[in-house]
């Protein structure tokens, strides 16, 4: 099936970037991606596993479907080959699946909480182990954790919101242009899918080369002493809690240098992912809308950002 290019995805630029930024460093933990419904969520997620597949990015994006068993998730004994051949063999779950890629969990407010329990455990360590059905097995089970939903829906967990490294608000379009460019860019998909995507081929190339260079530099890239300092006032002067945020923070902004091609990471890097890394990790008041939580934010983010060297 021709999925919906990524680079042709309209309007949500946030979600795009910390969805790049997630394929540049893994370690930038995952993003979670909150608003409204309908607003193309799922469909740039799973245009970015198409994205990372046609660069040559091992990188697989997989699904977690609401509904989802213990075994699915994590695995179980292999009944076929018990069955048939009466050998006790592990049957790899959606953890293994997504080891080295993204695990994607549409409306991951509604998860159940033995699942969230079993993620949290597995996200922390990298590691699944499995012991039940007369079997004992060990993986390796690092994956970028994405969870999308409707806020309106239910809520999330405090344990697993913190695991996610960034956040963003996925919020309707309100200009005109930008829906009726939508609406035309969907209904050309919808008619030719292949066609739709191959008018959108070079833009997807090019992106795919930009993201093969920025994940194979990323880990060398010089950040300044001054940019840490930066990220660390700024999350003491957001009211941040733990140290994940500045980790979260310094290492987001080092993948936006690597993928827009800097020698190093900057003041600009910083302000562009401060954001989505410290809007879910501030304290918030019980009615306190993302508008005014970014706000904030940014205040604070115009007083602690580096200058840009020359």
């Not at 997989?62 to 050998?87: N, Q, W």
Request: some cysteine.
């Amino acid at each position: 099936m021709t999925v919906f290019p990524f680079t042709a995805v309209l309007g949500q630029s946030e979600l795009k970037t910390a969805l790049l930024l997630g394929a540049v460093d893994p370690g930038t933990g995952g993003l979670l991606a909150l608003g409204d419904r309908g607003t193309g969520k799922s469909t740039t997620v799973r245009a970015l596993g198409a994205l990372l597949e046609q660069a040559g990015i091992p990188a697989p994006v997989v699904d977690l479907p609401l509904g989802t068993t213990e075994d699915r998730l994590v695995g179980s004994l292999d009944i076929e080959a018990a069955l048939t051949r009466g050998e006790r063999r592990f049957a790899p779950g959606l953890l293994a699946d997504a080891h080295g890629g993204f695990l994607y969990i549409d409306e991951v407010n509604l998860l159940d909480d033995y699942l969230v329990d079993l993620l949290l455990d597995v996200a922390a360590g990298g590691v699944n182990h499995v012991e039940r059905d007369g079997i004992s097995h060990t993986h390796d089970a690092r994956f970028v954790l994405v969870g999308s939903g409707n806020p309106e829906e239910g809520d999330l967990r405090p344990q697993l919101e913190d695991r996610f490294g960034l956040a963003t608000v996925v919020r309707t379009l309100a200009d005109p242009a930008t829906r009726t460019r939508i609406v035309r860019r969907r209904m050309a998909y919808d008619a030719d899918p292949e066609g739709f995507a191959g008018e959108w081929k070079a833009e997807e190339e090019t992106l795919g080369r930009r993201l093969v260079a920025a994940r194979e530099r990323v880990a060398a890239l010089p950040v300044p002493d001054e940019l840490v300092e930066a990220a660390v006032r700024l999350c003491v002067a957001a009211g941040a809690v733990g140290h994940r945020a500045e980790l979260v923070l310094t290492r987001a902004a080092r993948a936006h240098a690597a993928l827009r091609g800097a020698p190093a990471a900057g003041g600009r890097d910083l302000r562009a992912v401060a954001l989505p890394a410290l809007r879910h990790r501030v304290p918030r008041e019980p009615f306190d809308e993302p508008e005014s939580i970014d706000r904030r934010l940014r205040e604070l983010l115009a007083g602690q950002s580096p200058k840009e060297r020359p």
